[in-house]
C-alpha cells in the first residue's frame, strides 16, 4: 500500500488567500484526522472522520478553517482566508475501526508544511 | 496534550539505554500508544499497550501501569539515529480520538 498521501508537501502563500490541503487515507480505513503540529502547542486534532461523515470538529480553531470528506478516498482541510499564526504542519492519518473496543493505529502522511507570509 | 504528561528533553549516550516516562488520565481508558518522530517527518508507530506489563520489540520495549496512569518507553543499544522525539497518546472521548502528549526529544550523543 502507499501509505497516506498528502498534497502539496510545501506551500508558501500570502495572508488573506485561500490555501487547500488534501488528502488520500489508507485503502480501507474508514476512520480519516486531521492534525496540526507546531513547536507551542505539539500536535492537536483539528476533526475526524467516520465513514466520510465529520464526527468531531471540536478542535477547529475557527470559522476559517472547514474539512470535508466526499468520498472513502479523498479529503480536504480548507483555510481561508489564511493568517500568519496558521503556519505549522498539518497531517493527515487514517486507522481502521479497531474490534471489541481496542484502538486502531492511526498511520500518518508526510504533512504540509505551510507557510502563511 | 491535554492530560498526558512526559518529559520535554532527554539526553543519552550511544550505546546505553533510556527510559522515557509518560503520565496520563484520561476516561474510558482504551491503551497508550509510542510514536517516534524524527525532525521533519511524520509520526511513526512503535507500540500499543493494552494490558498491563512489558512488550518487548527489539530494542524497543513499552511498559504500562493501567492502575497508576504511568507508562514507558526503553530504548536499549542506543544507536544515533535514535534521536527523535518520542510521543505517547491515548485514547480519549471515543475508541478512535487519541489525545498526544507534546512529546519527549531525545539526543543521542556519541
Known amino acids: 500500500d502507499a501509505g497516506v498521501i498528502q498534497s502539496p508537501r510545501h506551500e508558501v502563500t500570502e495572508m488573506g488567500q485561500e490555501v487547500t490541503l488534501r488528502c488520500k487515507p489508507i485503502?480501507?480505513?474508514?476512520?480519516l484526522f486531521w492534525y496540526r503540529q507546531t513547536m507551542m502547542r505539539g500536535l492537536e486534532l483539528l476533526i475526524y472522520?467516520?465513514?466520510?461523515?465529520?464526527?468531531?470538529d471540536s478542535g477547529m480553531p475557527e470559522d476559517r478553517f472547514s474539512a470535508k470528506m466526499p468520498n472513502a478516498s479523498f479529503s480536504t482541510l480548507k483555510i481561508q482566508p489564511s493568517e500568519p499564526r496558521d503556519s505549522a504542519v498539518y497531517f493527515c492519518?487514517?486507522?481502521?475501526?479497531?474490534?471489541?473496543?481496542?484502538?486502531?493505529?492511526?498511520?500518518f502522511g508526510p504533512g504540509t508544511r505551510l507557510t502563511v507570509l | 496534550g491535554q492530560n498526558i504528561d512526559q518529559p520535554t528533553e532527554m539526553t543519552a549516550t550511544e550505546g546505553a539505554i533510556v527510559q522515557i516516562n509518560c503520565t496520563y488520565q484520561t476516561s474510558g481508558f482504551n491503551g497508550l500508544f509510542w510514536y517516534q518522530q524524527h525532525a521533519g517527518e511524520a509520526p511513526t508507530f512503535l507500540s500499543y499497550n493494552v494490558l498491563d506489563g512489558l512488550e518487548e520489540k527489539g530494542r524497543f520495549s513499552s511498559f504500562l501501569s493501567r492502575s497508576k496512569g504511568y507508562s514507558y518507553l526503553l530504548l536499549k543499544e542506543l544507536q544515533m539515529k535514535d534521536s527523535a522525539s518520542y510521543l505517547c497518546?491515548?485514547?480519549?472521548?471515543?475508541?478512535?480520538?487519541?489525545?498526544f502528549g507534546t512529546g519527549t526529544k531525545l539526543q543521542v550523543i556519541p
Open positions: 485503502s480501507g480505513h474508514d476512520y
Open positions: 492519518a487514517s486507522s481502521g475501526s479497531g474490534t471489541s473496543g481496542i484502538t486502531d493505529t492511526q498511520y
Open positions: 472522520f467516520n465513514n466520510n461523515v465529520p464526527i468531531d
Open positions: 497518546a491515548a485514547p480519549r472521548g471515543g475508541y478512535q480520538k487519541v489525545t
